[in-house]
C-alpha cells in the first residue's frame, strides 16, 4: 500500500512539474511566434508578390536578424499552411539537420527534418516537431523517450536524465488530493 501511494505521489510531483514547465515555456514560445507572424505579416502587406519561389527568396533575405530558432519557426508555420519549401528556406532546413553539437542542435535538426516530410506528419511527429521547436524535452511520455534516444547521443541522453528538478515544496496534501481530483475528472 505503501508502495501504491509512493507511485501515486511521484505520479503527481511529474503532473505539477510537466504542468510547470509547460506553462514556463508557453509564454515565450507564444511571444515569439506571434512577433514572428506579425513580422511576416508586416512585410508581406509592404510588398506585390509575382512569383512565388522568387517571393519566398526575397522573404528569407529579410530573416536576416532571426536567429535560428525564429527562422525554423517561421519554416514550420509556412510548412503547416501548406506552402512548399524551396529556395533559402531548404537550404537553411538542410544546414539546420546536420548541425549537431549540442542537445538544443539535435532537437532543431529533427524538428527541421520532420518539414522535410512529403507524405505529412501523425500524432507523434507533430507533438515532437512542436516540443522539439520549443527545445523541450519530455522524459515522461515513453514514445517521447524513445524519439530522444533517436536523435541524441547516449552520453546526451544520460545527462538529461540525471538533471534533476526541483522539488515539489508548499503543496500539501489537500492540494496534491486536489490536484489529483481535477486531473483524473478530465
Known amino acids: 500500500m505503501e508502495e501504491l501511494e509512493q507511485l501515486r505521489t511521484t505520479l503527481q510531483s511529474t503532473r505539477v512539474e510537466g504542468l510547470k514547465t509547460l506553462k514556463k515555456v508557453t509564454k515565450s514560445a507564444g511571444k515569439r511566434v ?3 507572424v506579425q513580422d511576416e505579416s508586416e512585410s508581406d502587406s509592404s510588398q506585390e ?3 512565388v519561389e522568387g517571393d519566398k527568396e526575397d522573404e528569407w533575405s529579410t530573416y536576416s536578424e532571426l536567429d535560428d530558432v525564429d527562422k525554423l519557426i517561421k519554416v514550420f508555420l509556412h510548412y503547416t499552411n501548406g506552402e512548399s519549401i524551396v529556395g533559402e528556406e ?3 532546413v538542410k544546414q539546420m539537420i546536420d548541425k ?5 542542435d539535435r532537437l532543431l535538426g529533427a524538428a527541421a527534418s520532420n518539414l522535410l516530410l512529403e507524405n505529412g506528419w501523425n500524432y507523434q511527429i507533430d507533438i515532437n516537431t512542436k516540443l522539439c521547436l520549443s527545445s523541450i524535452v519530455n522524459l515522461i511520455s515513453p514514445e517521447s523517450v524513445n524519439f530522444l534516444k533517436t536523435i541524441l547521443t547516449p552520453l546526451q541522453f ?4 540525471t538533471t534533476s528538478s526541483v522539488p515539489l515544496q508548499g503543496l500539501s496534501e489537500q492540494c496534491l488530493k486536489t490536484f489529483d481530483e481535477l486531473i483524473n475528472d478530465r
Do not use: A
Open 49 to 51: 508578390k509575382d512569383d
Open 158 to 161: 544520460d545527462s538529461l536524465q
Open 100 to 104: 549537431k553539437e549540442s542537445i538544443r
Open 34 to 36: 506571434r512577433n514572428i
Open 90 to 92: 531548404k537550404s537553411f
